[in-house]
Nanobody
Framework: QVQVVESGGGLVQPGGSLDLSCVAS????????MGWYRQAPGKQRILAAS???????VYEDSVKGRFSISTDNAINTVYLQMANVKPEDTAVYYC??????????????WGQGTQVTVSS
């Protein structure tokens, strides 16, 4: 019923920048929150940044001041602008979307993930 698709991952050098995008589509009535989680090899998936429909953003401490999350609510899209990236930012980045469907049922949907590799 809801599809979430990420794009924009790839290889970037330390200190460089990379932008991720995620679009949610389907029988969506309203999106409440969109977020980017990341999972490094051998580690748990953790929140990198999230943003509510009202624009309230939360960042994991290690990305504060370097990553910026934003949305285009009209097209259910969330962006993650990554700057001054570090090797420890290497991970699979997953988009998560939560909201309600047209039939008033709630949904939580994950994307398939996009690989970000920071290396020289």
């Amino acid at each position: 019923q809801v599809q979430v698709v990420e794009s924009g991952g790839g290889l970037v050098q330390p200190g460089g920048s990379l932008d991720l995008s995620c679009v949610a589509s389907g029988d969506i009535f309203r999106v409440y929150i969109m977020g980017w989680y990341r999972q490094a090899p051998g580690k748990q998936r953790i929140l990198a940044a999230s943003i509510t429909a009202d624009g309230e953003a939360v960042y994991e401490d290690s990305v504060k001041g370097r990553f910026s999350i934003s949305t285009d609510n009209a097209i259910n899209t969330v962006y993650l602008q990554m700057a001054n990236v570090k090797p420890e930012d290497t991970a699979v980045y997953y988009c998560h979307v939560a909201g309600t469907l047209n039939d008033n049922q709630s949904f939580n949907q994950w994307g398939q993930g996009t690989q970000v590799t920071v290396s020289s």
